[in-house]
């Protein structure tokens, strides 16, 4: 399942959750936007119990987006214990997105 933040609950299910967390930022009008939804979708069916997956509509937040910088989407970005750990900018395989990940997930399980 994927969750859609916004600026008010961004703190909450990202910065406060127990598990690494994905974020798409991520626009409606962006072409490669919606080319990289299908993979974080993968993503979010694959580790559903081990990753949280969220999606920041960045026209509808502007205040978490810009507190984060974000200066091009598709904008991928990984949480870990309340921090930023890892920021993917543009188009790029799963597999790439998966190896960005594997170690905090891998730690979070270790943490169990």
Known sequence: MVINLT?????KEVLESELPCL?????????????VSPIVEEI?????????????NIDEAPVTSSHYEIMAIPTLMIFHKGKEVERIVG?????QVINKLKPYLEEAEKEK
Request: proline residues 6%.
């Open 7 to 11: 600026d008010v609950n961004f703190k």
């Open 23 to 35: 974020v798409d930022f991520w626009a409606i009008w962006c072409g490669p936007c919606l080319m």
């Open 44 to 56: 979010a069916k694959e580790y559903t119990s081990k990753l949280k997956v969220c999606k920041m």
């Open 91 to 95: 188009v790029v395989p799963k597999e």
